[in-house]
């Protein structure tokens, strides 16, 4: 199995007739317009099988943070 399907769906397995809808990913990017803060953390929505990434300025900052949310979550809820 593949590392995007754990995170996007939270099965360690890949089920007999595959998954549906297949994992995707979405990048999260800041719009000029949109005052709010993007999001720190990548987030997954196990109902979609998505994992939505947000954008850092560096590779060290989206590693660093990614690392920390795959280290600190279990389970269902944000991961």
């Known amino acids: 199995d593949s590392l995007l399907?754990?995170?996007s769906s939270r099965s360690s397995v890949v089920p007999p007739i595959g998954f549906y809808p297949?994992?995707?990913v979405e990048f999260i990017h800041k719009r000029d317009d949109d005052f709010s803060s993007t999001p720190?953390?990548?987030?997954?929505?196990t109902c979609v099988n998505c994992i939505r990434l947000p954008l850092h300025?560096?590779?060290?900052?989206?590693k660093e943070k990614f690392d920390f949310a795959l280290g600190n979550t279990y389970g269902?809820?944000?991961a």
């Open 5 to 7: 399907e754990r995170l």
């Open 57 to 62: 300025a560096s590779y060290h900052l989206f």
């Open 22 to 24: 297949s994992p995707s």
């Open 40 to 45: 720190l953390f990548p987030m997954a929505n």
């Open 76 to 78: 269902f809820g944000r």
